[in-house]
């Protein structure tokens, strides 16, 4: 599962692959599976077609990922970490503060323009719904992230007891994904930049005083 190591600075951010262990073989078909996704939808994703795509054979596919929802899980889970490594590699050498919070809005207004990851990911999400197992892993993929958001803005703490950084990170989350879904459905003209420019405004001030009061 992707996680953040922390050094001996709390804050500090370091990504680490969730996938990174993977025979190449298995990211030849997380490849695959992406494209036949975007070329012709969930529905037609099955093991047979990803094998196909890919090169490799059906049992190759059931070797690495034990089924279809096995397959489906890592491709969620490579979609968010290659989406959230290039934020923790630019905000890695930013100084906390209101720097660090335009820095992180920056990576997330491209994410949020970002078209192909969304469909991708929204595709995938109503399948997600439907297996406990693949809820379970998405909920570890979500407390990854929140890790990921509270560390770039310098408010992560392992024993804040409040509950109100995991709220931040996802309401941070949350803003991310509703502008991304607005975006794709919107006419055209949808203003992504006066929207996080707004946000920024507003998430700012709120940070400066959890740092200055840490």
Do not use: C
């Not at 995991?166 to 975006?183: H, I, K, N, R």
């Amino acid at each position: 599962m992707g996680t953040v190591e922390a050094g001996d600075d709390a804050g500090r951010l370091q990504p680490v692959d969730p996938l990174s262990e993977l025979a190449p073989p298995a990211k030849r078909i997380l490849k695959a599976a992406r494209k036949v996704i975007v070329k012709e939808g969930y529905g037609s994703l099955s093991l047979q077609t990803v094998a196909g795509e890919a090169g490799e054979l059906k049992s190759t596919i059931a070797y690495y990922f034990g089924d279809k929802a096995g397959l489906v899980a890592s491709l969620v889970e490579s979609l968010i970490h290659d989406t959230n490594v290039n934020a923790v590699t630019v905000l890695a050498s930013v100084p906390e503060g209101p720097e660090r919070v335009r820095e992180l809005l920056k990576v997330q207004r491209e994410v949020a323009g970002a078209q192909d990851y969304w469909r991708l990911l929204f595709g995938l999400l109503p399948e997600i719904r439907k297996d406990k197992k693949l809820r379970g892993r998405f909920a570890d993929l979500l407390h990854w992230y929140y890790e990921i958001v509270l560390k770039s803005l310098g408010i992560w703490e392992e024993t804040d007891e409040s509950g109100e950084p995991e709220l931040v990170a996802s309401l941070v989350l949350a803003v991310l994904e509703g502008f991304a879904l607005q975006a794709e459905l919107a006419p055209d003209g949808y203003d992504l930049d006066a929207r996080f420019a707004l946000w920024e405004s507003i998430l700012t001030p709120y940070i400066e005083r959890r740092v200055s009061a840490k």
